[in-house]
């Protein structure tokens, strides 16, 4: 049975995916400054996706995902200090400022990555949900894959073993319609990304991504199929990233129409008329939450500004664990 939806969760929703958003924003304007460097790939469209998967997620619970990681991390709970601080490389980042936008871990908060090989994090998540199962801690492992690994041939090897061996595994397909700057369509045979796993024996479902709601609740079911001990499961999101692949990327290989069009289905926009359609909380408690979020980005952006970067004689340290 799906828990019902307490009313403070609706506040919750709203909050972490604004929050989410502003932090992308704000990164954006970080990297137009020269203040972070590498790769930065933006989660600005697909908020409602690790939002909604979160409401699912026992405290002990694991995540890995892929390079657009962000958003993942704050969802989980991270502080958006250190995530921002280790996106301007300084020392007090989470990898301390030796990651970047791509590799961020956290033992701590059971956050494994952000991973930069495109479907490197399937056989990683699977090996963690086999240590979920060799310990027999009752936890599962949430692995994030993006439509463009779903033609990596390591994440259809994790596939089989996940199966063979039932492991507490849920694969997150999300599919944000391009892989790069290629249309899924014109590089991936037939349209559902998650059946792709019924060769191997593992159940799926494809999940309106741009709603939270029913993203938390395929999110349920899905955990608690997989924490069961029948083996893994893959939800597959459609979702849409408003920006390019990268912020190299100008995105020109979309229409201006497309691109409008999957706004006018934005998530948080949808939360907060449901929110407030439904007179679940006044006006007035959304725009302290505006002003909340709006402090958060910016004292996380002051902080990782004045945060110290890794002196030189760091730079072998930390490399084997």
Same mark, same amino acid.
């Given at each position: 049975m799906i828990p019902k939806i307490k009313k403070n969760d609706y506040l919750v929703m709203y909050e972490t995916m604004l929050t989410i958003r502003r932090f992308e924003e704000r990164a954006s304007q970080l990297?137009?400054?020269?203040?972070?460097?590498?790769?930065?790939?933006? %989660?600005?469209?697909? *908020?409602?996706?690790?939002?909604?998967? !979160? +409401?699912?997620?026992?405290?002990?619970?694991?995540?890995?995902?892929?390079?657009?990681?962000?958003?993942? +991390?704050?969802?989980?709970?991270?502080?958006?200090?250190?995530?921002?601080? *280790? !996106?301007?490389?300084?020392?007090?980042?989470?990898?301390?400022?030796?990651?970047?936008? +791509?590799h961020m871990f956290s033992k701590t908060n059971s956050f494994y990555g952000g991973h930069g090989i495109v479907g490197a994090q399937a056989p990683v998540g699977t090996g963690i949900a086999f240590a979920h199962k060799y310990k027999k801690d009752?936890?599962?492992? $949430?692995? %994030?894959?993006?439509?463009?690994? +779903?033609?990596?041939?390591?994440?259809?090897?994790?596939?089989?073993?996940?199966?063979?061996?039932? !492991?507490?595994?849920?694969?997150?397909?999300?599919?944000? @319609?391009?892989?790069?700057?290629?249309?899924?369509?014109?590089?991936?045979?037939?349209s559902d990304l998650y059946k792709r796993g019924e060769p191997f024996g593992i159940k799926g479902e494809k999940v309106d991504g741009m709603n939270v709601i029913?993203? $938390? *609740?395929?999110?349920?079911?899905?955990?608690?199929?997989? $924490?069961?001990? @029948?083996?893994? %499961?893959? !939800? *597959?999101?459609?979702?849409?990233?408003?920006?390019?692949?990268?912020?190299?990327?100008?995105a020109l290989y979309r229409t201006k129409e497309e691109v409008?069009? %999957?706004?006018?289905?934005?998530?948080?926009?949808?939360? @907060?008329?449901?929110?407030?359609?439904?007179?679940i909380f006044p006006e007035k408690k959304i725009k302290e939450i505006d002003d909340k979020v709006f402090n958060i980005i910016k004292n996380a952006a002051e902080f990782a500004e004045n945060s110290p970067v890794p002196n030189i004689e760091d730079l072998y340290k930390d490399v084997y664990a």
């Open positions: 990297y137009g400054k020269g203040l972070i460097g590498g790769f930065c790939h933006l %989660y600005i469209g697909q *908020e409602a996706v690790v939002v909604g998967v !979160l +409401m699912s997620i026992n405290s002990k619970d694991s995540v890995v995902t892929t390079y657009r990681d962000h958003g993942h +991390m704050i969802a989980r709970g991270l502080d958006t200090k250190k995530i921002m601080a *280790e !996106l301007t490389g300084r020392i007090d980042g989470y990898s301390k400022g030796k990651g970047g936008s +791509m009752k936890q599962i492992c $949430r692995t %994030y894959i993006g439509d463009g690994a +779903m033609n990596n041939g390591q994440v259809f090897e994790s596939f089989n073993m996940a199966s063979i061996w039932k !492991l507490p595994v849920l694969y997150i397909i999300e599919n944000n @319609k391009y892989g790069m700057g290629t249309e899924v369509s014109k590089v991936s045979a037939g029913k993203v $938390r *609740e395929a999110a349920f079911r899905a955990a608690k199929y997989v $924490r069961s001990g @029948k083996g893994p %499961y893959i !939800l *597959e999101m459609q979702t849409y990233r408003y920006r390019g692949h990268s912020m190299s990327d100008p409008k069009d %999957y706004k006018s289905k934005d998530p948080i926009e949808k939360i @907060k008329k449901l929110i407030l359609d439904k007179k």
